[in-house]
């Protein structure tokens, strides 16, 4: 039973607000994941399937490796988790950037630019492309502190309305790419439990072009 | 003391003696199958120069290989796989005249990264100096076998062709990097953003459609028919008869139930030239195995030798076979002969005839304790 049981993974917080609203429009019985509860495991037994609540940036790993079938995560946590995953439905919620953030008026390319930011591996990619070498200053929060306090040069990170970014005195300078939720597939369970996946990611893309 | 000398490289293990006997059984079952198939066994160097596995076609990461220098400073590297040494092998030391059929259990090394271990065990065959359907399923079908008699149940073999890909790419005029980013779309069902790539490129509405179908195009023998009536040239055909042939073939095996086909299955795509395939169970999220034909390797090594192949991941066997059944095999038992000075001679004796019945046997002086069940203590007149 539990072998044909579907596991999905959740990112906790926004993402898994969104996540059930899709869900439900697809026939999934989310009612234990909206319950006021601790709990980190909760089932729609009707549907066979299984949910678990995990931080963000762990959606791709539980689903790479296989405990999780299915799961719904950023494009920008995908990206730095760099994992092979199908990638199989722009979910189009959670919306915004990774961008680069600074001074508008600082000049780099002289020197090593410092680069501040939660997504060490998307910031390395993105100055290799170029061919430019980085020092990458790794945080894990309020990233724009960092150009403030002389801590580093730049920042790259999501922005979403740019709101903090303005805020905070500094400015966008350039987008390194669009970032969307996305649903991701473990590539051995696309095929094991193929009728049961392509039946959900039929429904999906149904909500998705009725919403 | 220091910490380290307690510890093990990061991604290498030990196997104490129950992991050991588990490890030695699914290898030497595995390695059974691939003997009674007509494979000799070989054994190559644990470490090659570096050269060995630097070419443009081959899938081999330069940052992951762990290298270092023999006392001339040339680059050295642990085999990140068994198959470069072997083309290696078969090129300069075997007559290129006949088909070679060789086997191998070893282990091959890398930098840990994600999942993959530094130190992994393989055991794989390469069927060298034939191309043709029967060839393909011939190596299927023995890893099919070998996954069964290991006592996998449920698995999937899926099988793809990297031809079909290339045949639609063929004359659309795409550069290398452009031609990567698709094949990286379609080999990641990334169909969002493969339709938003292809909108940019300028290609006709018939390449965009068979190119945007690719990552929907698996399952299983339905999709053959698919594939056919879509097939952009003589090139794609040609791929979707080939799987359909070998497909055929392990029907008659009687494997029809563990196959499953994926045209858009396209990984390691500049190093394979034709039917690729994986072996993919539940309860383990990457594959257990993986191979296909790789023609063009053979000549890098300057001997133009048609190829296909495959390598088990013998440590993600072991996962999936314990997590199914718990432990998975018994310990020998282990006879101890407790014998005293005066008595010993006869005590040495005795424990030689068991040895030739093929009893494990341990002669004891000091009367240590064995514990029951798997010691069990003999005493001599």
């Known amino acids: 039973m539990i072998e044909d049981m579907m596991t999905i993974a959740l990112a906790k917080g926004r993402l898994a607000k969104n996540a059930i609203k899709l869900m439900d429009m697809c026939g999934i019985d989310t009612s234990a994941l909206k319950e006021d509860s601790r709990k980190l495991i909760m089932y729609d037994h009707k549907n066979n399937i299984r949910f678990i609540l995990v931080k963000p940036t762990d959606v791709p790993v539980y689903v790479h490796r296989g405990v999780a079938d299915i799961g719904v995560a950023g494009k920008d946590t995908l990206l730095e988790a760099g994992l092979p995953l199908y990638e199989m439905l722009d979910l189009r919620f959670g919306a915004c950037k990774v961008c680069v953030a600074g001074y508008a008026d600082v000049v780099c390319g002289q020197e090593i630019t410092k680069v501040a930011t939660k997504y060490p591996r998307i910031a390395k990619m993105f100055y290799d492309q170029r061919g430019e070498d980085i020092e990458i200053i790794k945080l894990n929060g309020s990233i724009e502190l960092a150009p403030i306090l002389g801590l ?60 | 003391m220091s910490k380290l000398k307690l510890q093990v490289p990061v991604g290498t293990g030990d196997y104490p003696p129950e992991a050991c006997a588990e490890k030695r059984m699914v290898e030497g079952i595995i390695r059974e199958e691939f003997l009674l198939a007509g494979y000799d066994e070989i ?126 790419m063929a004359g659309t005029g795409l550069d290398d990097e452009q031609q990567e980013h698709i094949r990286m779309l379609i080999d990641s069902k990334n169909s969002v953003e493969l339709e938003y790539e292809l909108s940019r490129m300028r290609l006709g509405a018939d390449v965009r459609q068979s190119l945007l179908e690719l990552p929907g195009l ?134 030689r005839e068991m040895k030739k019945r093929g009893e494990r046997v341990i002669l004891d002086f000091n009367g240590a304790e064995y514990p029951w069940p798997r010691y069990e203590v003999i005493k001599v007149d």
Not at chain 2, 100 to 112: D, E, F, I, P, S
Not at chain 2, 132 to 139: N, T
Request: proline content about 2%; charged content about 25%; some cysteine.
């Open chain 1, 152 to 211: 580093s040069d730049v920042i790259v990170d999501i922005v979403e309305s740019g709101d903090t970014i303005r805020e905070n005195g500094l400015s966008v300078l350039e987008d390194i790419c669009d970032v969307s939720a996305r649903l991701v597939v473990n590539q051995v369970s696309l095929k094991t439990k193929q009728e049961q996946i392509k039946d959900y990611i039929g429904k999906m893309k149904g909500a998705l072009e009725n919403a």
């Open chain 2, 43 to 168: 054994e190559t160097p644990s470490f090659e120069y570096y050269d060995v596995f630097m070419h443009d076609s081959v899938p081999y990461v330069q940052e992951n290989m762990i290298k270092f220098f023999d006392s001339r400073g040339r680059i050295l590297a642990l085999r990140p796989d068994m198959t470069g040494p072997i083309a290696r092998m078969t090129a300069t030391k075997l007559d290129a005249g006949y088909t070679a059929r060789l086997c191998y259990v070893g282990n091959v090394y890398g930098h840990k990264s994600g999942s993959q271990r530094a130190e992994a065990t393989q055991a794989g065959i390469e069927l060298i100096g034939k191309k043709s359907a029967e060839a393909d399923a011939e190596v299927i079908s023995l890893a099919v076998q070998s996954l069964l008699s290991a006592g996998l149940e449920r698995f999937k073999m899926d099988i793809g062709q990297v031809a079909y890909f290339k045949g639609i």
């Open chain 2, 218 to 351: 698996f399952g299983g023998a339905d999709v053959l028919e698919r594939a056919g009536a879509m097939a952009a040239n003589d090139l794609c055909k040609a791929a979707v008869d080939n799987v359909r042939d070998v497909y055929h073939i392990l029907c008659d095996y009687g494997f029809e139930e563990y196959i499953s086909i994926d045209f858009g299955l396209l990984n390691n795509f500049n190093y394979y030239s034709g039917i690729i395939f994986r072996g993919i169970a539940d309860g383990i999220g990457v594959p257990l195995l993986s191979g296909g034909r790789y023609d063009n390797l053979l000549s890098e090594f300057g001997k133009a030798l048609l190829a296909t192949g495959f390598a088990i991941g013998i440590n993600e066997m072991l996962a999936v076979l314990k997590k199914k059944r718990g432990q998975l095999v018994d310990m020998q038992p282990v006879k101890v002969i407790k014998c005293m000075p005066q008595n010993r001679k006869q005590a040495i004796e005795k424990a």
